[in-house]
């Protein structure tokens, strides 16, 4: 009888400590050589492949591993440079490569990007119509033989499949599609079928876009191509990987010509189950099937798990045809849990994360080669740790609970329309046309940041501190005075990161110490963990709010973050819903907003930046979760009076798909990035019509260049070529936290001249 497999399907390049990272970042700051940088990324690499030997794990990735992004590896392994970075190099040097993924001296960096529904970003292909693909170097075979040679081991190879690679990138025509991948093919073909002279058996092929709606014209492409390379390479076996979500047409996938297909059981679960179940599933391919959730950090339910695969494995008929899987790369977890020493042991013993997720993908298909009792000591383990987290007290707040069994289902509103209140609060506030704001945070420097060190560390006790953070807050409460802005904000000096500052005050949340994921190149982010109900115990922004209130006439906007965006941003228990969660963010939310409300503050900002994040990769998804976005966004916000004036901020170049989900946050005014898409944005509010306040970017805050007031002056006044002047607010892109004083400053200065002289121009 054959063996089921345990196949990993990639690891995360960071490191237990963050090792990649710091490499990465010595070596871009000149600290670190070439040859010596190479050698230690090199180790840890080959540290990672020994681990998941050491765990069990049959079936090993490389190539998975990346010096920034493997989207941009795969377009350097085909010579897919955009011409402002080509030199004329075969093969792309370092240099060239981080230079695409970051900008040098002379040349933008290229475009970076969402990977599908995660919060990892890759950096986007340039191809123009007249691109000639070619290979510049096949690293997959250097890593194989590395793999091979230092370790002993026949790893699986793997590469982002060629119609993924081509959709997700940009600069040519949708006619030159089929060109392009004729072109790209024997290249794919030459790169697989070097592996194979090599040794290789197995190649994974990611094709994660097979997930997205495929029309008839996609899919005869991806029978086309694969057929090209099936061909190409006989004697190689091909497993055609998708993730994310369920494959949008079941019975193209699995008939097209490779020797295997990965499936996602974890979010795409019913709809592969269903499929697999109303049509069988091919006796000529593997399944392999993610069962393991790789993108969020629970531990696994492995007696429930079990008896799927059982499931699955009467599906495919023979144990060689299963594989068991996580259900994308793990890439989107941390590495371990080993080192998390402070956390509470109920907690921690209900945490999986790429290792212990890899070792419970090696216990099961021990389970489906052995016998279910040859794992029974992990199988009752996994139920009882799950068990003790579930039943806990601090998992269960019954107060919460209660809350939030009588919400009603009919969608909370603000007492009055928007016309009315928009009435109201010109009145109550007296601004001036067009007034100018700011999105929140200003500079945190090197000051600020060494403050907070220094209460973490016990040498400045919590007075100091505070102290520390009110002069801040009162000196730049005065600069906002100088420069002329209408309404103010405290400048959150308190705030490390606008989720985790929350998160720290909420009941309900958990931080890890080294619970890192690579958000983009070398940034790395720690989300929280929402463990448990979500409760508010007392007011966390009343106090700095009320008192940069207390040192201005002007208004001092309040500044939240939004119940989805906390939610976007951390990993979320699973054994409740989406909506329950969103809920009880936002009573929780709803509680400080009163509070600031009673305090006084009439002017209270909701920033949602990534509500558009959280948008589920099917159609049909999608309108559930926006509902249930603007039901939780309106729960913690519209109870106000009218003369309370909401607030919120969102950042990226693309509203298309959401913006009657704006307008249905029924906020009264919204502040947009629009300075970075060069203003396209506003046609999305203009052919909506959209009719309440709306704040325009006409700073983009994430280069350190000053606009001049010109520049400002332009794309104001072409927002208001189409907006009616009474609702256009003027703002920068986004939050000036990372900005120093020395650029904001006089950008500011030159924000509000613009404001000043497109009002005498109305
Ligand atoms: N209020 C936040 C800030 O200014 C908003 C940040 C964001 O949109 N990401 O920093
Ligand atoms: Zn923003």
Known sequence: MGKVL????????IGEKREWKKALEQFWTGNLSKDVFLNTVRKLRLSYLKKQKQIGVDLIPVG?????????????LFGLIPKRFQTGEKEISLETYFSIARGNKNAEASEMTKWFNTNYHYIVPEISNDTLPYITHNRLLDLFIEAKEELGLITKPVILGPITLLKLSKGY??????????????LYVRVLNELREAGAEWVQIDEPILVKEQTNEDLAAFSRAYQVIKDGVPGLKLLLQTYFEAVD??????RLPVDGIGLDFVYGKEANLSAIRTFGFPEDKVLAAGVIDGRNIWK?????????LQTLLSAVKYHEKLWVTPSSSLLHVPVTVSNESELDPLLL???SFADEKLS?????????????????????KSISDLKALQQSAHRNNQEVEKELAQLSSELPARPSSYQLRQQIQADTFNLPPLPTTTIGSFPQTKEVRQARRHLRRGEWNEEKYEQFIKD???????????????VLVHGEFERNDMVEYFGEKLGGFAFTRFGWVQSYGSRCVKPPLIFGDVSWGAPMTVKMSAYAQSLTDKPVKGMLTGPVTIYNWSFVRNDISQADVFNQIALALKKEVHALEEADIRMIQVDEPALREGLPLKEAKKPVYLHDAVYAFRLATSFVNNDTQIHTHMCYSEFDEIIDTIDALDTDVISIEAARSHGEIISTFEDFKYKKGIGLGVYDIHSPRIPSTEEMKSYAERALKVLDPKVVWINPDCGLKTRRPEETIPALKHMVKAAHEVRNEL
């Open 64 to 76: 998975d591993f990346s010096l920034y992004d493997h989207v941009l590896d795969t377009a350097v």
């Open 6 to 13: 345990s196949a990993n399907l990639g690891y995360p390049r």
């Open 349 to 351: 013993n209900a945490l």
């Open 472 to 486: 801040e807050t009162a000196k730049w409460i005065q600069i906002q005075e100088e420069i002329g802005i209408d």
């Open 360 to 380: 419970e993908i090696v216990t099961l298909a021990k389970g489906l080669n052995e016998s279910a009792a040859a794992v029974d000591g992990a199988i009752q």
């Open 300 to 308: 696994t339910n492995l007696a429930a798990t079990l008896d799927e």
């Open 249 to 254: 047409d079941y019975q193209a996938a699995v």
């Open 173 to 186: 025509d949708a006619a030159h599609f089929s060109t392009l991948l004729d072109e790209l093919l024997p």
